[in-house]
């Protein structure tokens, strides 16, 4: 069964980079028919779909943070990343990694999240 | 974007009820509409895709429905497994959007 697991600094100074790696096992990710992407959910709010990033390393970005981040994936390592660059207390919250569906946009996997404070 | 409202935000229940979930777009995203249920500390899971395909595993008891702008996430008798909260997510239109989320407590 495919899991997803994500690493990487749980504090990030202001104005600094977040940097978060997806470790991908029980599948492939360089898989024809999914996306790989980053879904967070600041400290009581809703859901906000990040970016995806395709096994070629074509990317989608939400407009609203396509200025900051930069995702890609490593497929001799079986991972996928997000860095968002600038980051601001409004960039704390919890960061899933996700798998979607290739041409859709439903994720049909999910990691269990991270919380990634940023504050100095 | 198309902005995704669901309600109510939190619909307590008893065990054994039934229980039904709304979801609003602002605009239609057709049959492009997945629900998810979230419990803190876990991985989201996919529950229905399609606003009526249930994804694998998935109890017969969760069933969706609507188009256009109106979408419903009904569960049929509750168990205690499922107290948690609830996210629909549009997929028709880039970015893709997700609504507030509703939470489902015990009565």
């Known amino acids: 069964q495919l899991q997803l697991q994500d690493s990487g600094p749980r504090l990030v100074r202001p104005s600094e980079t977040l940097s978060l790696t997806c470790s991908v096992s029980?599948?492939?990710?360089?898989?024809?028919?999914?996306?790989w992407g980053w879904v967070r959910q600041p400290p009581g709010k809703g859901l906000e779909w990040i970016g995806s990033v395709y096994y070629s390393g074509s990317t989608n970005y939400n407009p609203s943070l396509k200025r900051r981040v930069t995702m890609s994936v490593d497929t001799s390592k079986s991972h996928f990343s997000l860095m968002l660059g600038s980051v601001t207390a409004e960039d704390t919250a919890v960061y899933f990694c996700?798998?979607?569906?290739?041409?859709?946009?439903?994720?049909?996997?999910w990691g269990q999240g991270t919380l990634v404070t940023v504050s100095s | 974007e198309v902005v995704m409202t669901q309600s109510p935000a939190t619909l307590s229940v008893s065990p054994g009820e039934r229980a039904t979930l709304s979801c609003r777009a602002s605009q239609s995203v057709s049959s492009n509409l997945a629900w998810y249920q979230y419990r803190p500390g876990q991985a989201p899971r996919l529950l229905i895709s399609d606003t009526s395909a249930r994804a694998t595993g998935v109890p017969a008891r969760f069933s969706g429905s609507g188009s256009g702008t109106e979408f419903t996430l009904t569960i049929s008798s509750l168990q205690s497994e499922d107290f948690a909260v609830y996210y629909c997510q549009q997929y028709n239109n880039w970015p893709v959007t997700f609504g507030g989320g509703t939470k489902v407590e015990i009565k």
């Open positions: 029980g599948g492939s990710v360089s898989s024809r028919t999914h996306y």
């Open positions: 996700a798998r979607l569906r290739y041409i859709t946009g439903y994720f049909d996997q």
